[in-house]
Every structure is written in C-alpha cells, then in structure tokens.
C-alpha cells in the first residue's frame, strides 16, 4: 500500500480508479474542480477504464451519470458550489429513482458575490434530496469515503446515491500523505455493482412518469426507510473496510475523547481537526471536552447522538452554513435530536464564506460556553454569531450596530 | 461493458418505474374541452393525424382513413390542425 502525497481532489480521483468507474461525466470549467482533470488524464493514459463525457453543464453532468448508472455502469460525477445548485432539479430526480451513484462535492461557499474558499452551504442545501451526505475531515477520509460511498449506495437495502463533501482548498488543494490501496485489494472488498433495475432500450421501462399522487407518496416513504437502513449499512462498511484497511472511523460519527468528556464541540468537515488541537488546550487546563464530529449528516446519526448526550453535560455546535432567518442546520439537527434530554446546547455560526476558525477560536468560544452552563446550570442558545475578527466587539460579541456596504 | 447485478431491494421500496401500456397515465379523454370529430367522406387516409397525435390517440382503420380513439384522447386539436383536407373537426363536448 503506497503512501503519496496527494491533494484531497487527487484522494477522489484515485479511489474513483479503484472503484472500476465505468463512465464520468463533467462539465469542464468553473466550478470543476481537479477532481476531473486526474480523471480524464487517467482516462486517457489508459490507467483508468472508462467514458469521460464533457457535457455542457452541471445539470447535464449529473443527468449524464444519472443515466449511465441507470442503464448499469458504476458511475461518478463530482461538481461545487454553484455547480452543485445548477444540479439540484436532477439531485432529487437520481435520489428518487433509487439508482446507486457516487459524486464527490468540493463545498464553497455560494455567491454574490462570487468566493471560491470553504463553507457547507452548497451541501447542506441537498440535505432534505433523499441523498446519503458524507462530509469528511481529512485527505485520507476522502479517498476511503468515496470507496465506500460505492459499497453503501449499491447496497440492496438502500440503494440511494451518495454524495461526498470534501472542503474547499482546505481539502481540495491542500497536500497530505494518503495511503492508496491496491487494485486488488479493492476488487476483492469492493463487490461488484449492483442496482435494483437497468434501463436498455430493451428493457421498456418508463423512469418518472405521472404517477398516482398516493403511490408518489409511498415512495418518499421508502426513501426514508432506506436512509434508517443505510444507518447500519455505514456502520457494517466502515467496519468491514476497517478489518480490510486498517482504517475504521466510527460510521455516522466519530467521537475524540468522549469516554470522559463532560461537554462535546459538535461540527463536520475539516474544521474538526482544530477543534480537536482545541480539545487538548482545554484538556491541559482540566476541561473535560470532546469532539462530535458529524460523518453523516444523511441518514442523520439520531440514535448514537442521543446516546452520546446522555453522557454530557452540553454541547456547543459550530455551523458552517445557516438557514438565515432561523438557525445553523447542524444546530437544528442537533435541538430536535435533544430536546427530550436536559443538555445544554449553544450554536455557533462561524467559518462561513471561508472565514478562517482556528483552535483558538474554538478554545475560546467552548470556554466561554462551558463556564456559562457551570454557573447557570442550563443553557440553550441557538444562535450565537461568531463574527470574522475584525467585526467582533470585546465584551460584544456578534452586535453590529449600523448598516454597512462593503465595496 | 460487464453487466451489473439486478438484486431485489431488501426494504421496503417503491421506485417511480411503469411500463408503456394505454392509458398508464390515467383515462385523459376526461380532460378534453372539445373532441375532434373525422368526416369520412373528406379523409384521404393520408394519415399525417396519426403522425402528430402526440398521444397516439389517432386509431387506422383497415380502410387505411383513421378514427380516434376518445377514452385518451386530450384534444388538443393537433390532428385538425395538421388534416391538409380539412377532415378533422373539433367540436364541443356534451352540455351544450
């Protein structure tokens, strides 16, 4: 098993080779990512067997590989940001029509105006399409979530399509050892795809057409009840892969430094990894503090969350994407998740449009919070805005007190 | 291109797949407003109806001239606009 040094992009790349992707489908500017560039240079060095289609937009993209794993190949898209928005009609159309699907999403942040660096709004807003979400916190988890991504979205008992999220240029285009499989052992965990109908033009089946509105229905249902089963079928990959790999993460979620913990900083992506750094400076100074680091955010680790909450005494959570006019989106996850316990919660919206949070922050912001709830005894603030440095107010945070037009 | 393995979902699972057969759709000729009527003395058999119909509504009789067939007819009146000999009529449903 060699070790390189890859980017989170070339990650994806590589464990789309190992997978044995059959078609790729892209449209090859801005937002595309260089995800697609390893691809079609594997391609066309013969390394890797399969179509790469250049389509002319994200909607066709997925369309594309909607419709080739429709008719049976394993296929992969990977898109961004505004790209991810411009598929989101045919989202909802690969997740209802039950057909196994990988893509990878490289999360940005969304315009006006227009950034190219990190946040989780492009991807939260799939969140309610009836995909799988994974977001992962670090190179080496991309490349063996997007292996397993195959595995769970073929699987017999959920057949719904997967969707990868690896963040923008903290991942993306950041460098770090990766331990890349061999092709044989791949094959030999990967099985090979399956998929619960092919449509050829033989086969006269008809995708999508009207349909009685309770049948319709019925449908979303068993949408849910797959998504409640790819709960343990992303626990049983992740432990098998672990058995063949060596590398098991804890399926819908990791927890860092729990077993003792008596409060917990709840966030996903890459950010994680400074909120552990946060964790041993808190440790240092006698604060028992974990970290809930969200795999999953579909299915939605309901049942370990609430067993893990049993355990604490709060929970500060960090948004990297907000519902504006309500709450951050893990924030609110996690309040109906919990509302029948007694824990104290605060959410924290900080790190969007990729304003940098480094340990410090997190440091600081879990202090405050865990002083907070020893003196009150409980505490429940869903909306606390941690403001880029140079907006926040000592003593004041998140008070802006008059209108302003950046120019 | 090596095929893949059709396996029957193990939940329960509803997937939004029918197969082409009349009337998949429901019995549409309830939505017509107005229903096209052929004379049979103006149909040359030319059967450029049966070509536009999009609902495949425009039945050939073995007379080679067409009829249609109302229980999924729409009408929306393609066939009398397309007839080069004015053969197709659109004429009110009932009521009045």
Same mark, same amino acid.
């Given at each position: 098993m060699p070790v390189k040094v890859l980017t989170g992009n070339h990650a994806v790349a590589e464990a789309v080779r190992l997978s044995r992707v059959k078609v790729i489908a892209a449209y090859p500017i801005t937002p595309q990512t260089t995800i697609m560039e390893k691809l079609s240079e594997m391609a066309d060095k013969g390394v890797l067997d399969a179509r790469v289609l250049r389509v002319e937009s994200e909607h066709s993209a997925l369309a594309a590989a909607y419709a080739a794993a429709s008719a049976g190949a394993r296929a992969f898209t990977a898109t961004s940001s505004h790209g991810l928005l411009y598929m989101h009609e045919v989202v909802w159309w690969a997740a209802g029509s039950r057909i196994p699907l990988v893509m990878a999403v490289v999360t940005r942040a969304i315009g006006p105006p227009w950034n190219i660096h990190v946040d989780h709004q492009d991807i939260m807003d799939q969140r309610d399409t009836g995909w799988i979400i994974g977001i992962a916190q670090e190179n080496q988890e991309v490349l063996d979530m997007t292996i397993q991504a195959f595995r769970i979205s073929e699987d017999p008992r959920v057949y719904l399509p997967v969707m990868i999220g690896l963040d923008g240029f903290i991942l993306s285009h950041t460098s770090a050892p990766v331990d890349i499989p061999s092709q044989d052992e791949v094959d030999a965990w990967l099985p090979p795809r399956r998929q619960p109908y092919v449509i050829t033009p033989e086969s006269k089946i008809v995708m999508g057409n009207i349909s009685d509105d309770d049948e319709h229905f019925m449908m979303r249902y068993s949408m849910h009840v797959a998504m409640n089963e790819a709960k343990r079928v992303i626990k049983e990959v992740d432990e098998s892969y672990g058995k063949t790999f !060596?590398?098991?993460?804890? !399926?819908?979620l990791e927890c860092y $430094?729990? =077993?003792?913990?008596d409060y917990a900083i709840l966030l996903a992506g890459s950010w994680a990894g400074d909120a552990k750094t946060a964790v041993e400076m808190l440790r240092s100074e006698g604060y028992k503090v974990g970290v809930i680091r969200i795999r999953f955010i579909r299915p939605w680790p309901r049942e370990e969350l609430l067993e893990i909450a049993s355990r604490l005494k709060g929970i500060i959570v960090f948004d990297r994407a907000v519902s504006m006019g309500s709450t951050g989106i893990l924030l609110g996850e996690v309040s109906s998740t919990l509302y029948s316990t007694k824990i104290s919660i605060r959410g924290t919206i900080a790190g969007l449009t990729g304003v940098d949070v480094g340990p410090e922050a997190f440091y600081t912001q879990a202090k405050e919070f865990i002083e907070k709830v020893e003196q009150q005894g409980h505490v429940y603030e869903p909306l606390h805005w941690l403001l880029p440095p140079r907006y926040r107010r000592r003593g004041k945070p998140? $008070?802006? =007190?008059r209108a302003e037009v950046v120019m | 291109m090596q095929q893949p393995i059709i396996e029957e979902p193990r939940t329960y699972f509803k997937a939004p797949l029918s197969t082409p057969q009349p009337g998949s759709a429901g019995v549409t000729g309830a939505w017509r407003v107005k229903k096209p009527v052929v004379d049979p003395d103006k149909c040359t058999g030319c059967q450029i109806c049966w070509l536009y119909c999009p609902e495949d509504t425009i039945i050939i009789l073995d007379t080679g001239k067409v009829t249609v067939e109302y229980e999924y007819c729409k009408g929306c009146g393609i066939c009398a606009e397309v007839c080069p000999f004015n053969a197709i009529k659109m004429v009110d449903e009932g009521g009045a």
């Open positions: !060596g590398r098991s993460y804890g !399926g819908l $430094k729990c =077993e003792d913990a998140g $008070k802006i =007190e | -």
